[in-house]
């Protein structure tokens, strides 16, 4: 603050905002170079240290921009937040959306609920060992974003329900006698499942005494699938047998 109790950055931002208004970019602007820098160091912020421990300027400082930037292009802070979400939303749930088309396309006794599981999760793990830094820290703020009770869920449905509601479509075809609630609960153990694997916390690491990587992916991706599609199977059945 100046000795006027105003922010330093107030005239830029000020300044910034009227050339908004006025259709034309401010000087410093770097074009879109720029902007995809203030969405990575926003994305590797946010997964590190939260919504709530990030502000615009450490975006920009993280960036190498003056932080107006990010005002000029996102509005807010939650501009940014919701633009990183998006940025990488998209193609990940395109590669879910094929793979759930390929199934859709098999005859219904010829796809199990593994296969179901593996095509929802296999895109998400198979970017977050092999994708590089950007989609390791997307993935771990989408863990992040479904454990926040605040605004997480308002976030996920968002940006992904609409292949979840595929998913458990294909799950009613696998087994067509399962109660829709059983279907849920199950998916919700499985949504909190995959996001814990991507969060690596390296619990397993510990609990396992090094027998266990939380960072193996060839160990993720050959049993998650199969120990929730046990589940789904033991867990509906269950509720198919209260109703004798």
Sequence with gaps: MDASGQSPYSHRM??????RKLGRRPKAVGGEAAREAILDAAERLFAARGFNGVT????????GVDPALAHYYFATKRGVFDAVFLRRAPPLN???????DELEARPADEVTPADVIAAFV???????????PGWKAYLALVAQV?????????????????????????????????HDVDLYWCYHFLSGALTLTLAETGRIDRLSGGACASSD??????RLPEA??????????????SDR
């Design 14 to 19: 000020d300044a910034t905002t009227s050339t």
């Design 56 to 63: 615009v300027r450490h975006i920009g400082e993280a960036a």
């Design 94 to 100: 395109a590669e879910r959306e094929r793979l759930l």
């Design 122 to 132: 296999e895109p998400a793990l198979e970017r977050w060992a092999h994708g590089g």
């Design 146 to 178: 479904n454990n926040t009770p605040e605004w997480g869920g308002e976030t996920m449905t968002r940006y992904f329900d609409p292949v979840v509601h595929r998913v458990i479509a294909l799950m009613r075809r696998c087994l067509p006698d399962a």
């Design 217 to 222: 992916y060839p160990a993720v991706s050959t």
């Design 228 to 241: 929730m599609a046990a589940a789904f199977v033991a867990v509906t059945a269950r509720g198919r047998a």
